[in-house]
């Protein structure tokens, strides 16, 4: 990770860690290099990038600073508007554009905002990409072999223009619909938006195929993206779902690039849970690609206890959707994702895509004429507790030979009864310590001896 970009882009809180002159600032970068990249391959023409957002009041403050820049370094800017992280994937990879951006803090609270890049490839911007940002927002860019103190402003015919491009948007909504495998006639669904960018995607798609669609969290003002609402706050679409009979309920994220479900119990389907039907549902058919499923580290001790119970391989990579995305790229896998919801259909999509996860969980309850909680049952969730410490340093606290004296002795203490834990985040200051057992005082009793050892030898905030 760099000092502005993360695993996930460059987040920060709006106009204190990552301000309007950030995004100007990129802007201009990615204007001048795409630019340079065509001009030295003989092609005049100026870049394309698309540009979408989620509903914070800040994201119009940065689509407009972003899009100055670009302009100003000689790039077409073509607006999608509200929309997804999968969507600006999708048309940047179908529509043949330079790269895309997205502008969004994901889960994050209203007055955290991000500038998520992607490139021609649907696929998360390339790190030597990264790092030239980077040195250009420090002053310090080498590039195309040379030195540039201040990179040329476009002049005449050549400075960017602005295009409305909401057909792109469009177009992504009618690629969804024609993923749909059966009518959802009959079946009663509730979707919550989280009063992002699925308020005005998510109801289209499921209404289009025929589902009677219930809609939460899908009223934006700017401030109340995530609040109380969505992915994170699952609770409120467990309670709706009982509450009014539903089938199946999905939640998204800010920007839609996760899903967690609620069956219609009312339970909660987890993206370790989707990963276990519906890796088990392309098994049954023949289809499960190396027979493999993609998951994280954090993916629960379960996950791995039922794919061996059904013969199905798994790997485990590094937390990060884009670690998940690799490993698949790599070895041709078809289906991986993380706990947390971001699920990747290779197949069909280059990122996590929350309201495509949605469409393959019906999928998968139409064929088998199955009720959703019937198809996570064989997968046994055992226990677990996280906490988020905030320290000071997190290279520091995880390298305390005391810190990994504690962890080594708890996994010897829990052997093949389970596991412990402890990784930094990749977007906050912060140390993750989670045990997973047989029972939930045991999990509490083992990350408490950690955390404890953490805060003991200063590392704590």
């Known amino acids: 990770m760099g000092k502005y970009f993360g695993t996930d882009g460059f987040r920060g809180t709006a106009n204190e ?4 002159d950030h995004a100007f600032r990129v802007g201009r970068f ?48 073509y607006l999608l508007h509200v929309t997804t992280t999968p969507s600006v994937a999708y048309i940047s990879r179908v529509d043949s554009f330079d790269c895309g951006i997205m502008i969004s803090a994901s889960h994050n609270p ?31 860019l080498n590039a195309f072999g040379q030195e540039w103190k201040e ?29 749909g495998m059966y009518s959802f006639r009959g079946k009663k669904i ?11 995607i998510a109801k289209a798609v499921f209404d289009a195929l025929g589902a009677e669609t219930h809609v939460i969290n899908a009223d934006p003002n700017g401030v109340n993206i995530n609040n109380n609402a969505g992915s994170t706050h699952i609770e409120g679409l467990q309670k ?42 392309m098994k049954e058919r023949g289809k499960l690609v190396n027979n493999t499923v993609v998951a994280t580290v954090m993916s629960n001790f379960g996950l791995f206890k039922a794919f061996d119970e059904i013969g199905i391989d798994y790997a485990k990579t590094a937390v990060g959707d884009k670690y998940v995305y690799e490993y698949m790229k790599e070895h041709g896998c078809c289906i991986g994702g993380e706990q947390s919801g971001h699920i990747i259909f290779s197949k069909y999509a280059s990122t996590g895509d929350g309201i495509l996860t949605s469409l393959k969980m019906m999928q998968v309850i139409m064929s088998k004429e199955k009720p959703f909680s019937e198809l996570a049952a064989p997968f046994h969730v055992y226990p677990q507790v996280l906490e988020n410490v905030r320290v000071k340093d997190k290279t520091a606290a995880q ?25 930094e985040s990749g977007t906050e200051p912060l140390v993750r310590v989670m045990v997973e057992a047989e029972d939930e005082a045991t999990c509490r009793k083992y990350v408490d001896q950690v955390v404890e050892v ?8």
Not at 17 to 20: D, H, I, V
Not at 455 to 460: F, P, R, V
């Open 151 to 179: 990179l040329p402003y476009a002049k005449d015919d050549k400075i960017g223009q602005t295009v409305d491009y909401v057909s792109g948007r469009n177009r992504y909504i009618g690629y969804l619909i024609s993923l």
């Open 190 to 200: 509730g979707l919550d938006c989280a009063n992002g960018a699925a308020w005005n």
């Open 454 to 461: 953490i805060k003991k030898n200063g590392h704590a905030l």
């Open 30 to 77: 990615l204007g001048w290099y795409f630019g340079e990249l065509k001009r030295r391959s003989g092609d005049d023409s100026a870049p394309r990038i698309i540009i979408g957002k989620d509903t914070r009041r800040s994201s119009y403050m940065f689509e407009y600073s972003l899009v100055g820049g670009l302009t100003a370094s000689g790039a077409d800017a």
């Open 399 to 423: 390298n305390d030979p005391d810190v990994q004296a504690a962890v080594k002795a708890v996994g010897e203490a829990l052997g093949a009864t389970g596991r412990i834990l402890v990784r």
């Open 240 to 281: 709706y779902v009982v509450e009014n009979g539903l089938d199946a309920g999905f939640a998204y994220d800010g920007d839609a690039d996760r899903c967690l479900c609620v069956d219609e119990k009312g339970n909660v389907i987890s993206g370790d849970h989707i990963l276990y039907i519906y890796g088990r549902y």
């Open 110 to 140: 209203y007055h955290d905002n991000g500038i998520k890049l992607i490139n021609s490839q649907g696929e998360k911007m390339e790190e030597s990409v990264i790092d030239l940002i980077e040195d250009y927002l420090d002053g310090k």
């Open 17 to 20: 860690n990552l301000t309007a």
